[in-house]
């Protein structure tokens, strides 16, 4: 974990000054990098450019932002040109939280008028050369930056807070090695855990593999004596003799509710299959519901625990990448209805999550596409540094690596926990974990459930939304089309279906994020970071019929 900030911007944008004061703010050591420079080399920088030229600045700059980079827990302020420099740039984007203080040419100007020590200024023209160096210089920052921050305000102080405000709780721990807390050594690999701290409804996540097989583990979470394992025609045959032999070694009553397979039947004739079973079964409130499957049997058990006798406890068995990395951790449960996704259902936390990974060796390719577009929402909607991991990663993940899945789900569960313990009912912030979900929704709605996986769908909707996002200028062409390569490479969709305009509209008017009939879309801005809002039907319907013919 680095715990770095990095500030980046035009000379004069005050990177040296807010750097010092968010320091002072963050207990970090503060490094201007220039003066790094100036102290390896003994001479001022004006020097430097007078005697050896820009080019050797430069590689003297490239080689103190590596070095600086690899520090921990540092504020840096950094030469308005070492983005210019490709490695630099990946350093600094990759090793900690960048800021991109933004400002104005004439507040440059101003500040910079008295000062001596900017050979680049050195002109007849200096508003000119600014402008230059601001239309060369502003994509890469932007593309450096996790967070953008426009310095208008007179105020040191004021700037530093509105930073503190806004840089993300995770921003502040980009973490690109595979997760390190709490790993204990179990038989088959190693096991994490992580938890979810939700006062008197807190659960651990444990992700491993074989943890079907660990009595221990199994003995630990799931306490009662009865316990009532749902799950469905495709993961029983896989999995189920396997966790009822457990529970049986236990001494433990069980019995099983065997749903059909698919997002078709998550619905409430399904549901009441669950309910049939359980009062059939007599059933009392201390009885554990166990969700063994992916995140349609997830949502329907929880669902149920959470209604059976105005609710019973019950244990989520994850066994798709999506439900390991997202569905099983949180507490939304719920079932479609024909008019819109998902839109009955309860709050309602699981008692522990198990993930055993070990699970993904039986799951189609297309089903892992579909987890991992839930995996790339995670970077992309809060970690620019995990976003650019994957890129990097994406073969491995797709051929199933054990540790970079490994990795993948820890950081997902990790990212969403951190999420879902500042807002667990949805009141504002939890609402960015739908990035992607208004598209992907109507596309689920309209081509009938089941027809598209809700990952792919998911998919494609994060590509339409970051074509939104750049046609709002919330994000530079480089980042949407990042964006659109990564879910490619995942295997997932990146056209959208035609469903008509009208009907996309009418379905997307049915989301839960909507407001007083406006319909609500999670927005990047930039890369790594996102803001909820409404959008002028213009640009959306533009998105749509871009999106549409691509
Ligand atoms: P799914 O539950 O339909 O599982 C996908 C397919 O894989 C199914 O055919 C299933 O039977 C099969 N399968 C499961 N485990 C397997 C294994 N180990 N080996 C082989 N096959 C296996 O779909 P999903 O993608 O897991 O979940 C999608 C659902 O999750 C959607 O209904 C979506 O709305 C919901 N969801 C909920 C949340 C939440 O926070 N509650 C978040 C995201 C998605
Ligand atoms: N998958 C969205 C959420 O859990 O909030």
Redesign the pocket.
Known sequence: MSGNIFLVGLMGSGKTTVGRALARKLNKRFIDSDHEIEARTGVSIPVIFEIEGEVSFRQREADVIRDLTALSDIVLATGGGAVLNPDSLRYLHERGTVIYLRAGINSILQRTRNDKNRPLLRTADPRKKLEELEAQRHPLYQQAAHLVIETGRPNVQHLVQSILDKLPKSSTKVDFQPYQTDMQSVKNGTLQTLNLDLGERSYSISIGQQLLEDSLLIAEKIRGKHVVIVT?T??AP??LARLEAQFKSLDKTCSAVILP???AY?NWDHLNLIFDHLLRHKCDRKTILIAL???????MTGFAAATYMRGVPFVQIP??L??QV??SV?G??GINHPLG??MIGAFYQPQAVIADTS??N???DK?LS??LA?VIKHGAIIDAGFFTWLEQNMARLRAKEPDALAYVIARSCEIKADVVQQDEREGGLRAILNFGHTFGHAIEAGLGFGTW???EAVGCGMVMAAELSFRLGHIDYVSKTRIKQLVENAGLPVVAPDLGEQRWLELMEVDKKNEGGQIKFILLKPLGTSVISSVPEQVLLETLRHCILE
């Open positions: 469905n495709v993961v896989l999995y397979d698919g997002e998550k499957g992916g995140g349609v049997i997830g949502d066994t798709t999506l439900s997202d569905s949180g939304k449960t996704k998902n699970t993904l039986s799951l189609p089903e579909a987890g839930e996986l809700h990952g």
